[in-house]
């Protein structure tokens, strides 16, 4: 495995990779790997000949710079791990690698970049179509893999390839969850003990009210979710919206769409930890 650090060295062997025929897979990253990540990296080994996993922490998708500060890197713990998986490339670019000068590049893709984080984190989209072009532009995958607990990132990121025409198909991956079902998540790690044991309820009250669902509205179904983890010292939801999972629109009926997700954030502790999570109700 290499760890790359220039565009033009990863071009180097990339472009040696694709003279010899072969599939590239691209996972993106933004570092702080867990098994989360590691189930995208599995699946690009298995589906791809060679496997480049990026691990860049973007600045410019942090609308809070307190966000960016704070948010966990460790290069080599990441390393090693991508390395037992078999991964080929390591690319793990400077800010003044990937940015020279300032991206003052506009993606708007309405409606799915204006809705729950798009409304909450403004500019937040517009810094991961920026990175994730690049990356596309750079690495010229053919597969990329995304987690699904970023229901809505995965929305944009098609959007943005549709838009841009480029040869790159998305593979959006399941969540992966702890054993008691808390999402996985870079972020976890800086939930204090007591802060992780509160966490579990959001993924608790999204299986309930999976099962709640069956027998009651769907208004009934969005005020268990918030009133119950609300109700609880240390949580506060910042959005709770149940949505077309193709659209990402608010829907007011279970039979209003053919998939109805519901995509949630929510703040954890005194920090706080803000964690998102998604349960399919339909
Ligand atoms: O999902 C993430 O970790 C990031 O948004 C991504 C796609 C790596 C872009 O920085």
Same mark, same amino acid.
């Not at 791990?81 to 490339?89: C, E, F, N, Q, T």
């Given at each position: 495995?290499?760890?790359?650090?220039?565009?033009?060295?990863?071009?180097?062997?990339?472009?040696?990779?694709?003279?010899?025929?072969?599939?590239?897979?691209?996972?993106?990253?933004?570092?702080?790997?867990?098994?989360?990540?590691? =189930? !995208?990296?599995?699946?690009? *080994?298995?589906?791809?000949? $060679?496997?480049?996993?990026?691990?860049?922490?973007?600045?410019? &998708? +942090?609308?809070?710079?307190?966000?960016?500060?704070?948010?966990?890197?460790?290069?080599?713990?990441?390393?090693?791990?991508?390395? =037992? !998986?078999?991964?080929?490339? *390591?690319?793990?670019?400077? $800010?003044?690698?990937?940015?020279?000068?300032?991206?003052?590049? &506009? +993606?708007?893709?309405?409606?799915?970049?204006?809705?729950?984080?798009?409304?909450?984190?403004?500019?937040?989209?517009?810094?991961?179509?920026?990175?994730?072009?690049?990356?596309?532009?750079?690495?010229?995958?053919?597969?990329?893999?995304?987690?699904?607990?970023?229901?809505?990132?995965?929305?944009?990121?098609?959007?943005?390839?549709?838009?841009?025409?480029?040869?790159?198909?998305?593979?959006?991956?399941?969540?992966?969850?702890?054993?008691?079902?808390?999402?996985?998540?870079?972020?976890?790690?800086?939930?204090?003990?007591?802060?992780?044991?509160?966490?579990?309820?959001?993924?608790?009250?999204?299986?309930?009210?999976?099962?709640?669902?069956?027998?009651?509205?769907?208004?009934?179904?969005?005020?268990?979710?918030?009133?119950?983890?609300?109700?609880?010292?240390?949580?506060?939801?910042?959005?709770?919206?149940?949505?077309?999972?193709?659209?990402?629109?608010?829907?007011?009926?279970?039979?209003?769409?053919?998939?109805?997700?519901?995509?949630?954030?929510?703040?954890?502790?005194?920090?706080?930890?803000?964690?998102?999570?998604?349960?399919?109700?339909?």
């Amino acid at each position: 495995m290499e760890i790359v650090k220039s565009i033009e060295v990863l071009d180097q062997y990339l472009s040696e990779a694709r003279s010899q025929g072969k599939h590239i897979g691209l996972v993106p990253t933004m570092g702080a790997l867990h098994a989360g990540h590691a =189930s !995208l990296v599995k699946r690009s *080994v298995s589906e791809n000949d $060679v496997t480049v996993v990026s691990d860049f922490v973007n600045p410019t &998708q +942090f609308n809070d710079k307190r966000d960016l500060q704070t948010y966990p890197r460790d290069l080599e713990a990441d390393c090693s791990l991508l390395k =037992s !998986l078999g991964v080929d490339y *390591v690319f793990a670019p400077s $800010v003044e690698e990937m940015y020279p000068e300032p991206d003052d590049r &506009q +993606f708007s893709y309405p409606p799915v970049d204006t809705v729950m984080e798009g409304k909450y984190r403004p500019g937040h989209f517009n810094g991961v179509c920026q990175i994730v072009s690049k990356l596309f532009y750079i690495v010229n995958p053919d597969r990329a893999y995304f987690g699904e607990k970023d229901y809505q990132q995965i929305a944009v990121i098609k959007q943005m390839v549709k838009d841009l025409n480029l040869p790159v198909e998305i593979r959006p991956c399941p969540i992966v969850r702890e054993e008691d079902g808390l999402a996985l998540s870079s972020r976890n790690a800086l939930l204090t003990p007591e802060e992780r044991n509160l966490a579990v309820n959001i993924s608790r009250t999204l299986f309930i009210s999976k099962q709640y669902a069956k027998s009651h509205s769907l208004k009934e179904t969005h005020d268990l979710v918030v009133n119950v983890l609300n109700s609880l010292e240390g949580l506060e939801v910042q959005y709770y919206e149940i949505v077309d999972g193709e659209t990402l629109q608010p829907v007011e009926d279970w039979h209003d769409a053919a998939s109805v997700v519901g995509c949630i954030t929510v703040f954890c502790g005194s920090r706080p930890v803000r964690l998102i999570d998604n349960v399919h109700y339909i």
